[in-house]
């Protein structure tokens, strides 16, 4: 049992803390059975640490396993992942550019597995992935999707040439009731307090509103919940 | 101006914080400029303060204002706010069980509203509806709506006559495409854990349910933004 703070593997997982160490090692940390199961059942553990005997586990001390945590409820388990390899862009895709509030992210995350877009695309800049309440929020879906973090937009969207690149416009735009199903799809998303950036605006041609009564606009996990929820089913 | 953070009227707004004295004085803080704007619309605003002269706002110190405010952004403005009065039920009724997160309960005021759904009822031992990150996510809502607030609702539903009760259930009952246009209907969202309460299930006998992809269950704002905004549209 590791019962020091001071043993160099769990100076390692504390490091993790930090986004610099997730960039520089591809590793991050999940707590709780939940999200440890999940890592596992998509072969992204590393190693996993309990604070019961379990065989394949490593066995940890509590005051470690507090140390290890960042979530303040006691957690019995945590895993240290590997990211994820890319894969090729599915046919439904979501760009979300300069998401900043860890709970948006990690529940668009949830919603994009949960309705078919399984390829999502982060522009560079956005809050981290990794974050542990993105990963909470995300609730396992960050280890199902394709995700392709750290994204120059400007450069990446121009690549996409056969798909149908939508906008997202609290004003101007197609009634999402009114888009047709197509083949490929990418549907950007755009910051909490700002939208979609100009200078992605310019690039794009199309945009998707929903009709609203007497609210300017819905949050934006909201709000893209529902494009996708409506695309899907179409 | 008042630069003391002692005077009288500032320690009654300091109190404001907790939420035994929002219950006892059945008034509310509200800070930015947007909201401030949103509460003077609604005729809420019993007192504004400001930083700067504006007539009509109490002006105050910039180190009044930051002890007044419990965001860490610079709020130059701020309201002394009424809690609304109660007004006959809307035809479209949101009911919440045990919502526990305050961006959960505040984006699902905003989105009742966006989609009519005008009047929503929120069970004792939820979030406190008057919590600061509550009003800020909820965008204005809070003043737009007809909000019932810390009721019991296994005393409540049964006097629901004359509409159709629906629960959320993420296995069993209706699909929410299946589910018909009703003169009146209220719709209960549950616990972000636990779903809707054993006893409250045991007195309704529809749920309605959303079909998912691989993911097991969607975060709650985002299941009950996609049950309003398909029920308005049909």
Redesign the interface.
Request: hydrophobic letters at 35%.
């Given at each position: 049992m590791i019962s020091s703070k001071d043993n160099p593997k769990i100076k390692e997982l504390i490091k993790l803390h930090q986004a610099k160490y997730r960039k520089e090692t591809n590793t991050f940390l999940v707590e709780g059975k939940h999200l440890v199961k999940e890592a596992f059942e998509a072969n992204a553990v590393i190693e996993a640490y309990s604070i019961d005997e379990i065989p394949g586990y490593t066995l940890v001390s509590l005051p470690v396993m507090k140390k290890i945590c960042k979530t303040d409820t006691v957690v019995t388990e945590v895993a240290l992942c590997k990211i994820n390899e890319i894969k090729p862009l599915s046919d439904n895709i979501l760009i979300l550019d300069n998401i900043q509030d860890p709970?948006n992210l990690g529940?668009i995350l949830?919603?994009a597995?949960?309705?078919?877009f399984d390829t999502v695309i982060i522009s560079k800049g956005s809050c981290d992935l990794y974050n542990d309440k993105v990963i909470r929020?995300s609730?396992?879906?960050i280890f199902?999707l394709n995700i392709l973090n750290n994204i120059d937009l400007l450069s990446f969207i121009p690549t996409l040439n056969d798909y149908e690149i939508y906008g997202t416009n609290v004003r101007n735009g197609t009634d999402i009731?009114d888009i047709k199903k197509e083949k490929k799809i990418a549907i950007i998303l755009g910051n909490e307090g700002n939208g979609i950036s100009k200078e992605i605006s310019n690039i794009i041609d199309k945009n998707i509103y929903?009709k609203?009564?007497?609210?300017?606009?819905?949050?934006v996990?909201?709000a893209g919940?529902?494009i996708m929820?409506?695309y899907i089913?179409k």
């Open positions: 709970g529940t949830r919603t597995k949960a309705f078919k929020s609730q396992g879906a199902k009731k929903i609203l009564d007497n609210m300017e606009s819905l949050n996990s909201i919940a529902i929820y409506e089913n």
